[in-house]
């Protein structure tokens, strides 16, 4: 298994490394004071960022397939160094049209959606004229379970009329969302598994209410921000929804491998920036008349995250190779071992370069505190640990012990 990178990959990695350090870096101070004053507004920055990424050639690198002028087609494996370049600052990944939750939102497009569909929202998402949502979570019943949702998506004449509530609902709060994905029931009664639809919806369509933001650790992760919504008698055309009724499960499944692949990806370059900044901190800090890189405990802890971050990149590697060649139900349980490993990696490591900041690692000043949320968000998000740990352990025995689930 050779992960040694193709001569278009190193070049990729070059213009981004380049990019980041010419025009984003530099940015961060600005970007966190603006977010701080106006939550819900876009970084007035962003768009001419956009047009510069886009004129590197830098855009859409997330998609998989070659979707005409809007993606330069790269594989899992090719596009893994780029997402973990991005994910060395949060909020970056927007500028390259490669945040979530659009990119899950248009590879579903991109893959179930009818002609009429992408015309309408993929071609705009991919163009970065516009940004979307997606709506699973709910308050009411345990979501890591796709079968527990309650929403109704039910049909009237030529119409769907939806009810429910959705909480968590990424992207929902961007002052650009347009479009909603939506899942629910269309039909209690069937089999477990094909009770679920899932329908576009667009934001202003009457019903549609957003209750409120949510704060994930007290911030609110403006400006895509998390949403609790209510919908009510919400009704959209029949030819909203997606590759038809009872198949949500189904959509749900391909549309959660990626992201969760995705999400591992950015938390390699988060964990490896914090390991970063904790040697350039233990390299010019003093402490009791010795320098701190000289004490042997501090050396363990960033021997550990380097270990710990090499490690986990060797198997999001190994899980975006596995899904290039197999395909997301081939790579499932590497992706289930990533989910579980990277979001704790990067936590662990994070905490580390935090204490070795002292006060400086809680303070805005450093990117380390929403890291540690971010990474600590992920372990519950595209399904708690336990949810694939339970899966990943029934996988392992049935295969070593034949014993069936």
């Not at 349980?333 to 990696?345: E, S, W």
Request: charged share 25%; with cysteine; glycine share 8%.
């Amino acid at each position: 298994m050779l992960f040694d990178h193709t001569e278009t990959t190193l070049d990729n990695i070059r213009h981004l490394k380049g990019f980041m350090q010419e025009h984003v870096y530099p940015l961060e101070g600005e970007y966190r004071r603006f977010t701080d004053a106006h939550p819900w507004r876009v970084f007035p920055r962003m768009e001419k960022l956009k047009d510069k990424a886009r004129a590197a050639g830098l855009w859409n690198l997330f998609l998989p397939e070659d979707y005409g002028d809007f993606s330069p087609g790269l594989t899992n494996l090719q596009y893994a160094p780029l997402a973990e370049i991005m994910g060395r600052v949060l909020w970056a990944s927007e500028i390259f049209n490669c945040s979530a939750p659009d990119t899950g939102n248009m590879e579903v497009l991109a893959k179930y959606g009818t002609p009429e569909q992408q015309r309408d929202w993929l071609l705009p998402l991919l163009d970065g004229q516009i940004r979307s949502a997606f709506l699973m979570t709910e308050p009411g019943v345990a979501s890591s379970d796709a079968t527990n949702i309650e929403t109704r998506i039910d049909r009237d004449g030529d119409d769907y009329i939806i009810n429910g509530r959705k909480w968590w609902s990424t992207g929902a709060m961007h002052p650009d969302c347009r479009v909603y994905v939506v899942m629910g029931k269309t039909n209690p009664e069937a089999p477990r598994h094909q009770q679920q639809s899932m329908i576009l919806v667009p934001a202003d369509t009457p019903g549609v209410n957003v209750v409120r933001p949510l704060t994930a650790f007290g911030t609110h992760d403006s400006p895509h921000g998390h949403a609790e919504i209510q919908l009510t008698n919400v009704r959209v055309p029949a030819t909203n929804l997606l590759l038809g009724e009872g198949r949500g499960f189904e959509i749900a499944q391909g549309r959660l491998g990626p992201g969760r692949i995705h999400h591992c990806m950015r938390l390699i370059g988060v964990a490896q920036r914090s390991l970063e900044l904790a040697c350039a901190r233990v390299g010019e800090r003093t402490v009791f008349g010795r320098e701190l890189s000289k004490f042997s405990s501090v050396r363990q802890e960033v021997a550990r995250s380097r270990c710990e971050i090499e490690q986990a990149r060797l198997l999001t590697l190994s899980a975006a190779d596995r899904i290039d060649r197999h395909g997301i139900k081939g790579a499932k349980d590497l992706v289930a071992m990533i989910k579980i490993v990277c979001p704790q990696m990067a936590c662990t490591v994070v905490d580390r370069a935090i204490q070795l900041h002292g006060g400086l690692g809680v303070s805005s000043d450093l990117p380390l505190a929403e890291f540690y949320a971010y990474a600590r968000s992920i372990r519950l998000a595209d399904g708690p640990d336990e949810v694939h740990m339970y899966q990943l352990g029934r996988n392992t025995i049935g295969q070593y012990a034949g014993v069936s689930s």
